[in-house]
Nanobody, 118 residues
Framework: QVQVVESGGGLVQPGGSLTLSCSAS????????MGWYRQTPGKERDLVATITDRGGRTYADSVKGRFTISGNNAKNTVSLQMNSLEPEDTAVYYC????????????WGKGTLVTVSE
């Protein structure tokens, strides 16, 4: 069983910055794709950013130019640097670890709350 654990959430003022971190353990396999999603009450979980084992990155339009995802495939870790935060970025952020080749798996962390407010 793969364990996925996020850290780094908290309260930040509009315009501020925050970094989220995530690590996956309990497996010898490395991720094919690892990334961040977010969810607010009553809404679906939406993609924020992902990174592949080869370094390919995908961002939601709403965070392009403000958020940067980085990952270490050998260590099964990923981080999300969030700058110029807006109140609309307030959400629970979930880390996802995924393998789509060979041994396949799709695992989620429990989430970390990011609140952007005065």
């Amino acid at each position: 069983q793969v364990q996925v654990v996020e850290s780094g959430g908290g309260l930040v003022q509009p315009g501020g910055s925050l970094t989220l971190s995530c690590s996956a353990s309990g497996t010898i396999f490395k991720f094919d794709v690892m990334g961040w999603y977010r969810q607010t009450p009553g809404k679906e979980r939406d993609l924020v950013a992902t990174i592949t084992d080869r370094g390919g990155r995908t961002y939601a339009d709403s965070v392009k130019g403000r958020f940067t995802i980085s990952g270490n495939n050998a260590k099964n870790t990923v981080s999300l640097q969030m700058n110029s935060l807006e109140p609309e970025d307030t959400a629970v952020y979930y880390c996802n670890w995924k393998r789509v080749r060979g041994w396949q798996g799709n695992y989620w962390g429990k989430g970390t709350l990011v609140t952007v407010s005065e």
